[in-house]
């Protein structure tokens, strides 16, 4: 068996410079080193993932449907930064990338303090991946996580990924399409927000995803602008700055859920902003109606470890 490690940079590959910030220094095949010989590395990128573009993910998600294509490819093990790792996990599960496990990991410390997190995260991830358990997770911390619900919790624990209850999809896989053709902005919603920015996202916007306040709501002169956005034929998801919960749009007014729902408005669910975003762009790129891929099946397993 061979599996593909593919590394994209993060706070796992970054060492300390002079001035003490981090920078990405370490390749793919320096973090392989303490890996069985069933390892082969594709140096992908070195990036803090914070700044991984729509572009960077659609490059990501050929070369893991590649790996996967070779038949003596057996998985594939992702090294990557915390920062957006939720979007990419959720990105490798809407597509249909062929079969093997897909693992994520990284780091909340860098690969060259004295305490580091990364080689447990590392060897755990090699250890999932070579199961052969199907499906996308993120391994971190000592928890197993599935891609899809996962989610950062916490800027600096040591276990700071968690899964939120989404459900199961009620699609197949999509068939993988380019992404970066349908760049969807995320607003967050405020206390009295007004429309401008909403406004201003128009014109460059294939979609809006609106981090609404409670359960999905908004300020009236905000719902204003959401209304004139959907009423120009730009689709919009509503997820929620809450930390737990489903989003239900349930609430009158200009700036209730319910009234923007039934201006065609989908409600993200048990999704956040980060994840919602990947799916709306993925639902435009695929020409897969929207809604259908926030409606969710109850989860039959629960699969996050501690």
């Not at 003490?20 to 320096?30: W, Y």
């Not at 070195?46 to 294509?69: F, K």
């Not at 919603?189 to 995803?209: E, F, K, M, Q, R």
Request: overall charge negative.
């Amino acid at each position: 068996m061979t599996f593909a490690l593919i590394a994209t940079g993060g706070t796992i590959a970054c060492t300390t410079a002079r001035d003490g910030s981090l920078v990405p220094t370490v390749n793919g095949h320096q973090l392989a080193e303490s890996l069985g010989p069933d390892i082969e590395v594709v140096e992908f990128r070195a990036l803090d993932s914070s700044s991984i573009t729509l572009a960077d993910l659609d490059e990501l998600l050929a070369c893991v449907r590649d790996q996967l294509a070779r038949p003596d490819i057996e998985g594939v093990l992702i090294t990557h930064g915390t920062d957006s790792m939720e979007e990419t996990a959720l990105a490798l599960s809407l597509f249909d990338l062929g079969a093997g496990p897909i693992v994520l990991t990284g780091a909340q410390r860098a690969f060259d303090h004295p305490s580091g997190d990364g080689p447990r995260n590392l060897h755990d991830a090699y250890d999932l991946v070579r199961s052969g358990k199907p499906g996308v997770w993120v391994q971190f911390g000592g928890r197993t996580i599935p891609g899809r619900g996962a989610r950062k919790w916490h800027t600096s624990h040591l276990a700071g990924f968690e899964e939120l209850p989404v459900g199961d999809p009620t699609v197949p896989p999509l068939p993988l399409a380019p992404l970066a053709e349908h760049p969807v902005d995320i607003i967050a919603a405020y206390p009295g927000a007004g429309a401008a920015l909403v406004d201003a996202s128009l014109p460059h916007s294939s979609g809006l995803i609106i981090e609404a306040l409670g359960s999905g709501n908004m300020g009236e002169e905000m719902g204003t602008g959401v209304a004139r956005a959907l009423q120009a034929g730009v689709p919009v998801v509503i997820s929620t700055r809450t930390p737990y919960g489903a989003t239900k749009l349930a609430y009158g007014g200009a700036g209730g859920g319910a009234t923007l729902g039934e201006l065609g408005a989908v409600a993200a669910g048990g999704f956040r902003a980060g994840q919602a975003r990947i799916m709306l762009a993925a639902a435009l790129a695929t020409g897969t109606p929207v809604g259908s891929l926030f409606n969710a099946a109850p989860r039959s397993a629960s699969y996050t470890a501690g």
